[in-house]
């Protein structure tokens, strides 16, 4: 059993960056593709981002493409998000996840675990 708390969530302007962190344990860590996803209000879970278990390989949604940046440290069982230019639309909550697979599998949604979900909230 693998648990992901998040944390780096807050309030930002709008240009803003943030980054966001996610922390692991319970599991073999370096096993696992990582990702975040999203949830705005009134909308589905999407995707923003992954990173291969070595993390030599990376992925960003199309809404972020650009001002995405996504690292793991496999030492120290973490891996971030940094999203720049904030954008209003960029306010959801964001959870990491982690997938004993490929990143096409998580970055379709399939994922093992999940954590709890950090705020964003950006402002115009």
């Known amino acids: 059993q693998v648990q992901l708390v998040e944390s780096g969530g807050g309030s930002v302007h709008a240009g803003g960056s943030l980054r966001l962190s996610c922390a692991a344990s319970g599991g073999t860590f370096r096993t696992y593709a990582m990702g975040w996803f999203r949830q705005a209000p009134g909308k589905a879970r999407e995707f923003v981002a992954a990173?291969?278990?070595?993390?030599?390989?990376?992925d960003c949604a199309d809404s972020v493409k650009g001002r995405c940046t996504m690292s793991r440290d496999n030492a120290k069982n973490t891996v971030s998000l940094q999203i720049n230019s904030l954008k209003p639309e960029d306010t959801a909550v964001y959870y990491c996840a982690a997938r004993r697979g490929t990143l096409r599998e998580l970055g379709a949604g399939l994922t093992d675990y999940w954590g709890q979900g950090t705020q964003v909230a950006v402002s115009s």
């Open positions: 990173i291969s278990w070595k993390g030599g390989t990376t």
